[in-house]
């Protein structure tokens, strides 16, 4: 597989080059979040359809009731088009480079969350983490489309009471990759055009 990339910066910092596959992996000042960019694999067209299959799979109805509207119920790696492959895949390999290695892995999942000016409730109730399955985890946020005066991820390394929080950059065909036991809520999204992330979790085994 063919992943060279564009080189990237990540909170200002530039980009180091991965040595085995090519990809520009953005390391912020913490180390803490890991970047991985695709724009030679993943295409606009990806972008667009996965976007459209968010958009229908949450006009039917099928997303969380009980979560910040709005985020799809369904599992999108279980998903059959091909662009989902290139995601799933490309989350996965992200994931090892993370990890400097491969691993035994577990519960992958990933869903797509979708808002705008109109649909944000309180930013102070959305810090949350995805360390939920009692094992070791990592997330990954790729942007399908932020809108230009929208906000990414926010990062808070110490807790949502702590110092040190910074911004995950919005960054085309990227994976961004840290671990999910890190808390984190959505960047605001002041328009009225739809912000959509996609968005993944995965256990692994040390």
Not at 132 to 150: D, N
Request: net charge negative; charged share 15%; aromatic share 12%.
């Amino acid at each position: 597989m063919n992943t060279s990339s564009q080189d990237q910066t990540v909170n200002g910092l530039a980009p180091v080059q991965d040595s085995n596959l090519g990809i520009a992996v953005s390391i912020p000042q913490t180390s803490l979040v890991k970047s991985y960019n695709y724009s030679s694999l993943i295409t606009e067209q990806d972008c667009h359809d996965a976007m459209a299959c968010a958009q229908s799979i949450i006009d039917a109805g099928n997303y969380f009731k009980n979560s910040p509207p709005y985020q799809t119920q369904e599992n999108v790696f279980g998903r059959t088009e091909p662009f989902w492959l290139k995601y799933r895949m490309t989350f996965l390999t992200s994931v090892f480079l993370y990890l400097g290695k491969e691993h035994r892995v577990a519960n992958m999942m990933a869903w797509v969350y979708m808002t705008d000016r109109k649909t944000q409730p309180d930013r102070n109730t959305l810090w949350h983490h995805h360390n939920k399955h009692g094992m070791k985890g990592l997330s990954g946020i790729l942007y399908l489309r932020v809108p230009a005066s929208a906000a990414g991820t926010e990062i808070a390394p110490n807790g949502p009471e702590g110092n040190g929080k910074f911004y995950i950059e919005p960054n085309s065909h990227t994976w961004n990759i840290y671990p999910s036991e890190v808390w984190h809520r959505p960047g605001l999204n002041p328009t009225d055009e739809f912000r959509f992330v996609l968005a993944a979790d995965i256990g692994y085994y040390e």
